[in-house]
């Protein structure tokens, strides 16, 4: 007996794999969330997560280890997925005028350690949370050839941020609301150097004619977190709010995420 193609994606070694994300979203606790959906539309309200468990989701995976390993696998697994959308979005990007890269809150480092073997005269930094980096295992520098490149640094990016020159917030704008996000990019200017760079990696919701897996994932977003996936116009927003100027959006053939570039001014 073999797996067929689809089951291949189960199993924790292949490329691409959704186990972790599978059993995130098909887990005891985002089936106890989803059911508070109902309420949460009719009061205007969201964060179901908090609703059942008294506690923000990240706080929970943190206390919770057996849920927290699950969160980890499945964020590093979407984040193995978004590479190959990345280096395409970013594919006529300028780097050659950066040395440092700072992905904040980039998990276990997939995309970092991808720009880095893309671009070999480039350094990075990653910052996370200490619980997220100390399993040295999961980390992708070394896997990638990059190791020697690649830095992680344990830290919380509400209070501080390493300097660098250009600085990568992948997929994790749309986990907060508007003022925690203008909170983060703040940190984030305050340690960028003049005409630094951030680059905001997200699903980007199009006009409304337009189908888009976003749409849908809001409604996630509102369930779990006290965030929401955003227009250009809306991180644009978010940008200037905390001192950046929105320069402008890259994106893949697929549209299915956008890099939105903004500048210390």
């Excluded at 520098?141 to 209070?159: H, L, S, W």
Aim: proline residues 5%.
């Amino acid at each position: 007996m073999a797996l067929a193609g689809g089951g291949e994606l189960l199993c924790r070694d292949h490329p691409h794999t959704l186990r972790g994300m599978t059993l995130l979203e098909e887990g005891p606790e985002h089936y106890a969330v989803w059911k508070h959906l109902l309420d949460l539309i009719k009061e205007g309200k969201q964060n179901a997560f908090v609703r059942e468990f008294g506690q923000p989701i990240f706080t929970y995976a943190v206390q919770h280890p057996s849920y927290g390993d699950v969160f980890n696998e499945a964020m590093s697994s979407s984040s193995s997925m978004d590479n190959a959308l990345v280096l395409e979005a970013l594919e006529y990007y300028d780097f050659s005028r950066i040395a440092h890269l700072c992905d904040v809150g980039g998990g276990h480092g997939s995309t970092l350690c991808s720009l880095l073997a893309q671009h070999p005269h480039l350094k990075g930094m990653l910052l996370d949370l200490p619980g997220v980096i100390e399993n040295t295992a999961l980390l992708w520098a070394d896997k990638m050839g990059v190791g020697d490149r690649c830095t992680y640094v344990p830290g919380d990016m509400f209070r501080e941020i390493p300097a660098a020159d250009v600085y990568i917030v992948k997929r994790v704008m749309h986990d907060w609301n508007n003022e925690e996000c203008r909170q983060i990019l703040a940190n984030v200017y305050r340690s960028a150097p003049p005409n630094g760079k951030v680059l905001i990696i997200e699903a980007v919701v199009p006009g409304p004619d337009t189908p888009h897996f976003a749409k849908l994932f809001d409604i996630h977003m509102m369930i779990a977190v006290t965030g929401r996936e955003r227009t250009i116009a809306e991180y644009a927003g978010l940008l200037q709010g905390a001192g950046w100027k929105y320069l402008q959006t890259w994106y893949p053939s697929s549209r299915m995420l956008g890099v939105v570039e903004g500048v210390k001014v």
